[in-house]
C-alpha cells in the first residue's frame, strides 16, 4: 500500500516550468487580441443605439406635424416621448439620448442624438421636404461615421 502511495506521490508526471510558461504565454497573446475587440463590440452598439434613436425621434416628429396641420413648429425634446415613450432626452447610464430638437419651423427640424461612450453624434434633418443624415466622429475614432454620414 505504501509502495503504490509513493509511486503516486513521487512519480514523474507533470508538466514542466517551460510547458506552462509557454501556455501562460500563448492564453495571454490570444487576450492580447480578444479584449480589444470585445471593447470596440460596445462603442459599436451604442452608436447602433443612438442612430435607431435618432430614428425613432424623427418618426415621432413626423407624428407631431401629423397632430399639427403638418407644421413642426413647437416640436421640443419634451415633446418627443409623448409620442414615443422610448425616447431617451438627457443622458443615463451611459445610453445614447437625444440632445437637441432645433431648427425647427413650419417646414423643418433638425433631430440630433449623442452617444456619450463614445462622444459622436447622429443628426438627421428635413428642410421643405428633402431629408439628409450625418454625423459627428469622436476623435481618432470613425465607428459608424465616416466622413460625416451615416
Known amino acids: 500500500m505504501r509502495a503504490r502511495l ?3 506521490i513521487g512519480g ?19 487576450a492580447a487580441i480578444a479584449i480589444p475587440s470585445f471593447l470596440n463590440q460596445t462603442t ?45 432626452t438627457s443622458p443615463a447610464n451611459g445610453d ?12 423643418s427640424y433638425t433631430i440630433t442624438a449623442t452617444d456619450p461612450t463614445a462622444g459622436q453624434t447622429f443628426t438627421i434633418a428635413r428642410s421643405n421636404g428633402a431629408v439628409t443624415r450625418g454625423c459627428t466622429p469622436a476623435s481618432g475614432q470613425h465607428g459608424a461615421c465616416s466622413n460625416g454620414h451615416w
Open 6 to 8: 509513493r509511486g503516486f
Open 12 to 30: 514523474d508526471d507533470g508538466y514542466t516550468l517551460i510547458e506552462v510558461l509557454v501556455v501562460i504565454l500563448i492564453i495571454g497573446a490570444l
Open 44 to 88: 459599436k452598439a451604442t452608436n447602433a443605439s443612438a442612430e435607431d434613436l435618432v430614428r425613432s425621434a424623427q418618426i415621432a416628429v413626423e407624428d407631431y406635424a401629423t397632430d399639427h396641420s403638418g407644421s413642426y413648429t413647437g416640436v421640443t425634446l419634451a415633446a418627443l416621448p409623448q409620442y414615443d415613450a422610448t425616447i431617451q
Open 96 to 107: 445614447a439620448y437625444v440632445s437637441a430638437a432645433g431648427s425647427v419651423s413650419a417646414t
